[in-house]
Structure formats: structure tokens, C-alpha cells
Nanobody, 123 residues
């Protein structure tokens, strides 16, 4: 059974930075597509970024481009989401998720999910 554990969330002022981590266990991490999603109160879960086994393959939501960077360390079974220039609208619970096969920005395509980590950006 694949398990994903997020960490690194917290409270930060607008313009600040946070780095989220997603550590996987129980599976062959390097074959996964790992995605980051977020969900704000009263809103639907939305795609943020993803990375394939090849570190050259990444995709970002428009809201994340230029501010967020996704990376992975297969030796540590960990994916990172570096978030810079944070805005109050980035406030949400951030989830990492894993799937096999092709990349996808649809949360329904992801089979494995972490418990989420809260990110709060104050204005």
C-alpha cells in the first residue's frame, strides 16, 4: 500500500516562501507521477503542479508558473514544492498525490493521496 506524507506547511506573510515535501513509502516511487493539488475552503480541489519520473517533465497551473517549482529526489522518495512570492490566495490545504502512467492534472486520475498540509498566507 502506497502512503504519502506531506510536510512543510505553515503560516507565512505575503511575499514569503515555503517548501512543501511529500515522502512516499510502500511503492516504487520512481515510476509514479506525483502531483500537488490544493483546496481552499468552499472551493474545489485544484491542480498546482506535477512531475514525472524524468525530472525534465513538469507541468504547472497558470497560478503557479514563475512562482512555484516542483522537484523530486528519487533516492529519498520525496517530491518538493518550492513556493515563492506567496499570495493570500495561495492559502489552502495542499495535498500530494500519486498515479501510474501518463501525466494528468485531474485530481480524479490520482490513486494515492496524502493527508494534506495547511498553508496560510497572511496579507
Amino acid at each position: 500500500q502506497v502512503q504519502l506524507v506531506e510536510s512543510g506547511g505553515g503560516l507565512v506573510e505575503a511575499g514569503g516562501s515555503l517548501r512543501l515535501s511529500c515522502t512516499a513509502s510502500g511503492g516504487t516511487f520512481s515510476v509514479f507521477v506525483i502531483g500537488w493539488f490544493r483546496q481552499a475552503p468552499g472551493k474545489e480541489r485544484e491542480f498546482v503542479a506535477l512531475i514525472r519520473r524524468s525530472v525534465d517533465t513538469t507541468h504547472y497551473a497558470d497560478s503557479a508558473k514563475g512562482r512555484f517549482t516542483i522537484s523530486r529526489d528519487n533516492a529519498k522518495n520525496t517530491v518538493y514544492l518550492q513556493m515563492n512570492s506567496l499570495k493570500p490566495e495561495d492559502t489552502a490545504v495542499y495535498y500530494c498525490a500519486a498515479k501510474f502512467g501518463s501525466v494528468s492534472s485531474r485530481h480524479s486520475d490520482y490513486r494515492y493521496w496524502g493527508q494534506g498540509t495547511q498553508v496560510t498566507v497572511s496579507s
